[in-house]
């Protein structure tokens, strides 16, 4: 018997490689994704027919994690073994814009599938709930940060992401639904969002050396950052949700890089050399070559709290879950070169 996957946020860049990992384990395949006027499918068309429907193992469902009454009845009819909730609004600077979307979705949705399984006693279904290194927010001591760290959310994002952890732990203890978070450092991948950081100075920066774009502005250059791939990140979320018991895990590389790092690595991949002059907000890189200004800072890009050092301790999943990163940064931001410059 083919084991059933019900998969909120489907169409986001982990639902897509999660769905792609559980197609070849032999799943069929239940995806989540809200309706929308145009299509918002490119990350799942490879894997999911939406014209001919030819894959028998893959299943979508219009839904909305604001709707408790269709989370519900979705999953009652799907009755699935796995629920994986990689369902959010997932842009920490949005949340300071949308604070009550926010919360409505990435908070209380969580709390809606899992009171869906206590009132249907969906007792074998285990539930996965993507929990997020913004949690742990303000750090003082910049060391890694592993499942026993404090959680200090500098964000209603990171807020509300501690609020669906100590939810999926409440679901645990009080009903004994299996429940797991998957506390996941920064993840990036060719399929990544344009408006995310990673995404913006490869898109960026190839485009500048393309000649189609003059300049790139970005925020907090000095931010530090955890950076995975997403494909190694799906495969934990699956591994976490096979272990004997429902518990809480943090997935990362225990590596670090500043933002002006990962630029700086992407830029000389690109052959682009950069000078840096100024400071703070005035701060910019200039293209050696050209001698123009390619890099600036502005203001708008920058959070109202920051959070300044994120690195994760992954040592409990590499013990118990045989589970560490495949690739590594670099290889990360090979694999989204290459992908952006096949565009063009």
Do not use: C
């Not at 839904?63 to 842009?91: F, R, W």
């Not at 679901?171 to 990673?198: D, K």
């Not at 976490?240 to 895990?249: F, M, R, S, T, V």
């Not at 840096?276 to 709290?305: H, M």
């Amino acid at each position: 018997m083919k084991k059933k996957a019900l998969i909120f946020g489907i169409t986001g860049q982990d639902g897509s490689y999660l769905a792609e990992f559980l197609l070849n384990k032999n799943y069929i395949i239940h995806g989540v994704k809200r309706r929308s006027s145009s299509a918002n499918t490119e990350r799942i068309d490879h894997i999911f027919d939406s014209l001919n429907f030819s894959n028998k193992n893959f299943f979508i469902h219009y839904g909305d994690l604001s709707d408790g009454t269709n989370t519900l009845n979705i999953i009652n009819k799907v009755k699935p073994d796995e629920i994986y909730n990689l369902a959010a609004q997932s842009h920490v600077k949005v949340s300071f814009d949308l604070p009550e979307y926010t919360a409505d979705i990435t908070a209380i949705g969580a709390l809606r599938i899992l009171e869906s399984l206590r009132i249907l006693k969906l007792k074998k279904t285990k539930f996965y709930q993507a929990s997020s290194s913004e949690m742990f927010g303000m750090v003082k001591n910049k060391k890694s940060l592993n499942e026993s760290s404090t959680f200090h959310p500098r964000s209603i994002y990171g807020v509300s992401k501690v609020f669906a952890f100590h939810t999926t732990v409440h679901y645990r203890e009080a009903y004994g639904i299996y429940a797991s978070n998957g506390i996941l450092f920064n993840h990036e991948s060719p399929r990544r969002g344009p408006t995310f950081v990673t995404k913006k100075i490869v898109q960026g920066l190839v485009r500048i050396k393309m000649g189609l774009q003059k300049k790139l502005t970005l925020g907090n250059l000095y931010a530090i950052r955890d950076w995975g791939h997403a494909k190694d990140y799906a495969i934990s979320m699956w591994k976490i949700l096979q272990y004997k018991n429902a518990d809480d895990w943090v997935i990362a590389t225990n590596k670090e890089h500043t933002v002006k790092k990962f630029l700086e690595i992407v830029s000389k991949k690109l052959d682009i050399n950069i000078k840096w002059v100024g400071k703070g907000i005035k701060e910019k890189g200039i293209n050696k070559k050209t001698g123009k200004v390619i890099i600036d800072i502005n203001q708008k890009y920058f959070r109202p709290s920051e959070v300044d050092f994120l690195k994760g301790d992954f040592s409990k999943a590499k013990k118990l879950l045989k589970w560490k990163p495949g690739i590594s940064t670099n290889q990360l931001i090979d694999d989204m070169i290459n992908q952006e410059l096949s565009n063009y």
